[in-house]
């Protein structure tokens, strides 16, 4: 549910998906590169800790990681 919009923003923001994988992992979350794509391809639900983590990367609520467009 929240991938897409993940995506949404970090292209926004200009953000490669290496370099925010590289912030998630500085934050203490072992996450690769597979697990992040299936988490934007919404083909696995993100973690609690996922969301509040990309929210704070992204400079947005958490709760807009789950607004619909």
């Known amino acids: 549910m929240v991938g ?5 923003l ?3 923001q200009g953000i490669k998906q ?3 994988i ?3 992992q500085v934050y203490g979350l072992d996450i690769n590169p597979t697990s992040y ?3 934007e391809g919404q083909v696995r639900l993100a973690t609690d800790k ?3 983590y990309c929210a704070k990367i992204l400079g947005v609520k958490a709760q807009e990681l789950f607004d619909e467009e």
Request: hydrophobic residues 35%; without cysteine.
């Open 10 to 12: 970090r292209l926004e």
């Open 22 to 24: 590289s912030k998630l």
């Open 18 to 20: 290496k370099d925010f």
């Open 50 to 52: 996922e969301v509040f």
């Open 37 to 39: 794509s299936k988490l």
């Open 4 to 8: 897409k919009n993940i995506e949404r």
